[in-house]
């Protein structure tokens, strides 16, 4: 099992959005590197729910990842914001993973706190804060959930 941190913005699609749901699929994705990483997401993996572009930023919940990447059908819609002219059916850039709500977290845990937590100095939003899917490690997944658990 590997673990993982998706950013969501809570205006577009909230941590409560997802436990309403109970599942929703991961669309929208257009930078490779964040792409990549959900390529690499398997059935069962956890993820890190974090709101951006809130105030504050932070993790506010916990998703497990349901079904693996498959290729996102917005990107071939003229119509959809993620509509992109360069890829094709035969060979599609773009990828989209389901996920589904396991709990929202007691409290916020904030960016500040991502970045002055011993043993997250490594985590990735600390360092590329700007990449919507990232890897994070077990123990960083741990501290961050003991962190909001008190």
């Not at 956890?46 to 059908?73: F, M, Q, T």
């Not at 071939?76 to 059916?89: G, L």
């Not at 904030?110 to 360092?127: H, N, Q, R, S, Y």
Request: net charge neutral; proline share 5%; with cysteine.
């Amino acid at each position: 099992m590997q673990c993982w941190l998706m950013k969501s913005e809570p205006d577009v699609y909230s941590i409560d959005d997802l436990e309403r749901d109970g599942s929703t699929y991961w669309e929208g994705v257009r930078n490779y590197s964040a792409r990549n990483n959900m390529r690499k997401m398997t059935v069962g993996d956890l993820v890190l729910y974090y709101h951006s572009n809130a105030k504050p930023p932070g993790v506010v919940g916990v998703a497990r990842v349901i079904k693996e990447a498959y290729a996102d059908p917005h990107q071939w819609d003229r119509n959809s914001k993620y509509f992109d002219a360069k890829s094709t059916r035969d060979d599609p850039r773009w990828s989209m993973v389901d996920v589904e709500f396991v709990e929202k977290l007691p409290a916020l845990v904030p960016l500040d706190t991502l970045k002055t937590t011993k043993g997250l100095e490594e985590m990735v939003v600390a360092k590329r804060g700007r990449l919507s899917v990232q890897p994070v490690t077990e123990k960083e997944f741990e501290i961050v959930k003991r962190i909001a658990h008190g």
